[in-house]
């Protein structure tokens, strides 16, 4: 087969795969069409954070899985990497989306922003393919270029960590330009604050210092003030913006929450990391004030949302999108759970002298980002697959509804029965490792074999294969609902 029928081909593929779940993109205007990139290229990358994911929890389980074929930390860094990298492309087609609307005018450069998704999407598809293929060998000067930094979780090679940011700032510039050209409203000017932040602090995460107090104080910077200050904010512009559009909440009010939020994230967010801070050198103190305001931040998304179900209440609780306000609600849910509760439990100075480095931070992690971030993303890709079909019903009496209610259900029971099993583990890695044995190797090898720990992991995996196949059918129903739905949605308007 010659080049020429592989094209033809591959368009004929596109067009039978269009068919069959009955998009039709001519309901989009161009904005919404990138828009709808960043969400395909996130779902994909959903689907590779949780495949690594159970490859890493099988390698925990069995050491023999895969073995000399995919090493354990190659999988976790995917599988974390992944997470990270879906999210924020799931938070950029968010804004591409509303960008328009909020603005009401085109999105200005948005041929660049066409060019910065493909070069982000190239620059992504290489970087995972060296982390699977070319993780071998000592690293040096030339490997922080091109194969690995070297810090966890932010573990990129430089070159792909600068275009990150080049994208980032082309993505500021559209969205600045854009509301510049159309209205600014409370949702602009949080939203072009925030994204100052987001390509800002991540350069924190670009430079070493030879002092590794020095070095780790500002790769948290990355770490956690990137992800728990500047995303929380965009997650407030989105959950704004789709609550009113959803319920027809007063804009009064989620700006006034939004604002709120803006105060506490960028007020409280620098001292809410002092919880790391202690650990690397610094003094005493850092561990006490770190600890009380990182629970505060999730307070105003939950106050947010619950004001928003009561003022929708106001109009016999009308909406457009079942799925998309039940995966809002559990967004409110997961992120007080994941961010603040289970956040708030472990770094109390007093607790997280023993949990420190211990699964009870994965088990904190793992609802957190679920309960926070994905959460909302997958509210916004039914919000965006109802109007790709042309604004079809999404409500009652809906056909198949169960399709998106099972995947609901899966992932967040799923996620949940990981967080209990991770707690688990890291209690026993407390009580043992930290408490008994005093953070000796002893104690860590010890800790790892007890039963408890040893069911915990198995447990961790069980769950794991919930939410895997709860992503598998969230697919499903994306891919297939509302077609052949003849019905048109009722609009909500703004009170």
Not at 350 to 373: D, K, P, V
Request: glycine share 10%.
């Amino acid at each position: 087969m010659n080049a020429k029928e592989l094209c033809e081909k591959s368009r004929a593929c596109l067009a039978d795969f269009t068919t069959w779940v009955a998009l039709d993109s001519s309901n989009l205007s161009a904005g919404r069409q990138l828009a709808v990139k960043y969400f395909i290229v996130a779902v994909i990358l959903f689907f590779a954070q949780l495949l690594f994911g159970m490859i890493a929890a099988t390698q925990f389980i069995f050491p023999n899985f895969l073995y000399s074929w995919l090493d354990f930390s190659v999988n976790r860094m995917v599988h974390i990497n992944a997470m990270v990298v879906w999210m924020l492309y799931g938070f950029i087609g968010c804004v591409y989306w509303l960008l328009e609307d909020e603005s009401g005018t085109d999105i200005v450069g948005l041929n660049l922003g066409v060019l910065a998704f493909w070069v982000l999407t190239g620059a992504v598809t290489l970087v995972v393919l060296v982390y699977l293929f070319i993780q071998i060998g000592a690293g040096n000067d030339t490997t922080i270029w091109l194969i690995n930094e070297g810090r966890e979780y932010i573990e990129a090679p430089r070159w792909a960590d600068i275009g990150i940011v080049i994208v980032m700032l082309i993505f500021f510039y559209n969205v600045v330009a854009t509301f510049s050209k159309g209205k600014w409203s409370g949702i602009a000017g949080v939203l072009t604050l925030d994204l100052v932040a987001l390509a800002g602090l991540y350069t924190a995460g670009m430079f070493y210092m030879t002092n590794i107090t020095h070095d780790q104080y500002w790769w948290w910077w990355v770490i956690h003030l990137w992800v728990e200050a500047t995303w929380e904010v965009l997650v407030g512009v989105i959950m704004a913006w789709s609550l009113m559009k959803l319920l027809g909440v007063r804009r009064q009010i989620v700006t006034t929450w939004l604002y709120i939020e803006v105060a506490l994230m960028f007020g409280s967010g620098i001292l809410g990391l002092g919880h790391h801070y202690f650990w690397i050198g610094t003094p005493e103190y850092w561990l006490t004030i770190g600890g009380f305001f990182s629970a505060l931040e999730p307070i105003p998304l939950v106050a947010m949302v619950v004001h928003a179900m009561y003022d929708a209440g106001t109009h016999s609780f009308k909406n457009s999108n079942h799925p998309a306000v039940a995966w809002i609600i559990a967004q409110a849910f997961g992120n007080f759970f994941g961010a603040g509760v289970w956040g708030f439990m472990h770094t109390l100075p007093q607790i997280n002298l023993y949990t420190h480095g211990t699964q009870w931070s994965a088990s904190h992690g793992h609802l957190a980002f679920f309960g926070a971030y994905a959460t909302i993303n997958i509210a916004f890709f039914y919000l965006a697959i109802q109007h790709w079909r042309g604004d079809v019903w999404m409500s009652n009496g809906m056909p198949n509804a169960w399709r998106w209610k099972w995947a609901l259900g899966l992932l967040n029971a799923g996620v949940l029965g990981m967080t209990i099993a991770l707690l688990i583990a890291g209690y026993e890695q407390s009580f043992i490792e930290r408490a008994t044995e005093g953070s000796t190797w002893g104690g860590y090898f010890s800790a790892q074999n007890h039963p408890s720990f040893q069911s915990a992991m198995v447990w961790r995996w069980l769950f794991g294969l919930m939410t895997f196949s709860g992503l598998v059918l969230l697919i499903w129903d994306l891919l297939t609902i509302g077609k052949g739905e003849t019905r048109k949605t009722q609009e909500i308007i703004e009170h």
